[in-house]
């Protein structure tokens, strides 16, 4: 049973009709007293509640009654009906426990998903996860692992995957956050759509619009064709937006209007364009902080993470370690035509106990250079020591650190990032690789430092 709240008599007869369309039973309120004395005597499963019940539309009332809602029944989902000129009073109601928030005009189906969203993360989740259960129910192929912290995030992802959730993954760099993106989207009901990968941080600001939304033969010197957007090969599929915490705030508004309204413009046009995406979102950064700090909108903020999902670093779950070398291996056989290749015991307790801050990334670098350089088909522990000597040298002296207070972080990863354009002769794909970032992420750096290169 759903409850809708709002006074207006023809917004109720709208959403009633699309409920029951639906299959659903809905009960009505046409003021806040009136709900409140409802939900002494019911539970419904899901409220939609509108924010103003008053001329003076300061959505005061809205706040105060979804206050009320709560205390009589915490878990109710309650979704939030608003304008878009009072969304910073929907990220308020956000704060105090609104599972989502929709804006007026609604589109139908949008709303049609939220409900569905909030009613399927509305369940209890099992007890225990159990990787055999987890992986008869899910594609978790690629992710390796039986880490109790593992497990339960694949139990949430399993959960939450065939909603509509917008989805934010934290973690740190090389975890392996791209890959839980991926699962999400072969566990949601479009995994036969789409699945686009944008990495935000090698996005530069002047470029965020044209690759996202696209463009228009004219829409500026370059632009010879018409260019479809990130937003539009994903129609109808997921995106994944990673480094969302590189952002600047002009490219964030842009955003926020695609992830709200579900449209967008092509750069240089002036014809809207709808678009049917499931989102999400990857950060290495504390988004929480940055809004604190102005650098965030928090209105994007709760927009992209109605679920929050945080990947362990490798070093919390070093357990995982050698069936995760034995998984890089298994297919580094198949690659270099190695098939009696194997990793040694003890080298795979060595493994273990080794201080990987690179996490997942760093470990299959070190395996994949370990399997090219070794002649033996069994690998010990003296060949991952040689090669992780080799890997962490660079040229000679780089491995020194300046003194405290000598040089800025800005001036050390300036000065890191020309050494290893030395080292590597401008070979960008090498230096991205050996700096641990992507070959975009790099882009944008070279771009923040006015760092001239002629690829070699």
Known sequence: MLLLIDDDIAIQTSLSLLFQQQGFEVRTASSPTEALTFLQKHTPELAILDMNFSIETSGSDGLSTLRKIKSLHPTLPVILLT??????LAVEGMKIG?????????????LLQAVRTALKLAQSPPQSPNRRKLDEQFHFE???GEDPKLLELLE??????????????TGESGAGKELIAEAIHLNSKRAKAPFVK???GGISASLFESELFGHVRGAFTDAKTDRIGRFEMAHKGSIFLDEIGDLDLASQVKLLRVLQDRTFEPLGSSRSKTVDVRVVCATNRNLEEMVGQGTFREDLFYRINLITVKLPALRERPGDIPALVNFFVSNLKTLYNRPQLQVHKEALQWLKNLPLPGNIRQLKNLVERT???STGDELGVADFQ????SFGSGAKGAAKFPEVGSMTLE????EMIKRALAFHQNKLSKVARSLGITRFALYRRLEKYGIAFEEE
């Open 83 to 88: 304008g878009w000129g009072s969304i910073e």
């Open 98 to 110: 609104a599972a989502d928030f929709m804006t007026k005009p609604w589109q139908n189906e949008a």
């Open 142 to 144: 690629n992710i390796v």
């Open 156 to 169: 949430s992802i399993g959960r939450v995957a065939p909603t509509e959730a917008p989805i934010l993954i």
């Open 198 to 200: 944008v990495n935000l």
């Open 371 to 373: 399997v090219l350089l």
């Open 386 to 389: 040689k090669n992780l000597q």
């Open 411 to 414: 001036e050390m990863e300036l």
